[in-house]
């Protein structure tokens, strides 16, 4: 018989809780075998940066992303585009940087202005633009689907330690972006 699990957040379990308001998963070798393998290609997006948790001082900071990209992960960027030049930061532009810092590989490109949006669909990167949609569509046909909503086949899940995901829905998924991207590549492995 499989042991009980709880899950607050996609992949935190713990056993034998006994609070009952918390929804127990019983995970089988079959299921957890198939999450696994559905994996190989599952992307792991660091939210702007951040590793273990929110990080607002080295959020979308071009020293941190660069280390987040050398550990192996895709990292998700707030991209502005003001005269004539390339910034990056969440609610207004801090950091300038070039061309070829935003061409790398791995980097999900959030437009944060209508002309960061344009310019970058001409440079042919991962981009993308959205503000309060449920759902959008990046360059490179991946559905980013807003905390909360219904998970799609091809979607990447954000901020998932926000709203409890059930593990089957997750199969569907081409990857999550969250802040805490350590904590899911050790559930992965």
């Known amino acids: 018989m499989n042991k009980p699990y709880t899950s607050d957040t996609w992949g935190k379990f713990s056993k034998n809780a006994s609070d009952e308001s918390v929804q127990t998963y019983s995970i089988s ?4 075998n198939a999450i696994k393998n559905t994996k190989r290609n599952f992307k792991i997006i660091s939210h702007r940066g951040n590793l273990y948790g929110r990080d607002l001082e080295n959020e979308n900071k071009p020293t941190q992303i660069i280390t987040t990209l050398r550990l192996g992960f895709n990292v998700e960027i707030d991209v502005w585009f003001i005269n004539d030049k390339y ?3 969440h609610d207004n532009p801090q950091y300038e940087v070039s061309i070829d810092f935003l061409k790398q590989s791995n980097l999900w490109l959030h437009c944060k202005n209508p002309l960061a949006l344009e310019k970058l669909l001409q440079l042919n990167v991962n981009c ?4 309060k949609d449920e759902y959008t569509i990046t360059s490179k046909r991946y559905i980013w689907t807003l905390v909360g909503k219904e998970l799609l086949h091809n ?3 954000v901020l998932l330690e926000l709203n409890e995901i059930k ?3 997750l199969q569907k998924c081409s990857g999550i972006c969250t802040d805490e991207p350590f904590k899911y590549k050790n559930l992965l492995n």
């Open 29 to 32: 070798p079959f299921t957890s």
């Open 87 to 89: 910034y990056l930061g």
């Open 128 to 131: 993308f633009w959205h503000d």
């Open 155 to 157: 979607s990447i899940a």
């Open 167 to 169: 593990l089957d829905d």
